[in-house]
């Protein structure tokens, strides 16, 4: 029947409105199979890309001492973005602590997931980069969501790419290849993410024009 939907709404909804930014429950203790990063990455595969280009690539990183290397690298390139940053109230301060907690535990994560795209957006007009980014941010997004429903966690993380020369000489990442995030994997220690606390969605949509 074409008013059927093709999913269960209950799930998939859950899915999408509980995807959390994970830090604090992140589980450091436990290892993370090779193959169930893969499995993920194969869901992310699916995500459409500019002109069909399928430009994206993967860094998976393991190794201690390169999760380590990486982690001096994004303390370095983050470090004057925390000493400025201010403490705030509520939500603020529970998203400041948590991003204080990842840098100092960065390296215990057990696996570090760098989105990649093929070329570089430097000097290209703002149409052209918005296309750059948006073939592989999709990507990178539909791997969060698997991640999650395989009981896993991940953050979006940028603070490093202050680092991007230094972080792609410590990975052998080519010159004209752009690093998108560092995403750090884990399984997460419980499910229970709820849904955020978020404006009315009334409040920032806008028919045919922008209002007041």
Not at 22 to 42: H, I, Q, T, W
Not at 64 to 89: I, K, N, V
Request: hydrophobic share 40%.
């Amino acid at each position: 029947m074409a008013d059927v939907a093709p999913f269960d709404l209950e799930i998939t909804d859950r899915l999408l409105s509980t995807t959390r930014s994970v830090r604090k429950r992140l589980d450091l203790e436990r290892p993370v199979p090779r193959e169930v990063v893969l499995d993920c990455l194969r869901i992310a595969q699916q995500a459409p890309t500019g002109s069909n280009s399928q430009g994206w690539r993967f860094v998976v990183v393991t190794d201690p001492s390169l999760r380590s290397g990486l982690a001096d690298l994004y303390r370095e390139a983050s470090a004057e973005y925390f000493a400025g940053a201010r403490a705030g109230t509520g939500q603020l301060d529970r998203v400041r602590d948590s991003a204080i907690y990842l840098r100092e535990n960065l390296e215990r994560v057990p696996v570090h997931v760098i989105p990649c795209i093929l070329g570089r957006a430097d000097g290209l007009p703002s149409s052209v980069a918005a296309g750059f980014y948006g073939s592989i941010l999709p990507s990178a997004w539909s791997l969060i969501l698997a991640l999650r429903s395989r009981g896993l966690g991940s953050a979006w993380t940028t603070l490093h790419l202050g680092r991007e020369k230094e972080a792609a000489a410590l990975l052998g990442i080519p010159d004209e290849v752009t690093q998108v995030a560092l995403l750090p994997v884990a399984y997460t220690l419980g499910t229970d993410f709820k849904p955020a606390k978020r404006p009315p969605v009334e409040q920032i949509v806008h028919f045919d024009r922008w209002s007041q």
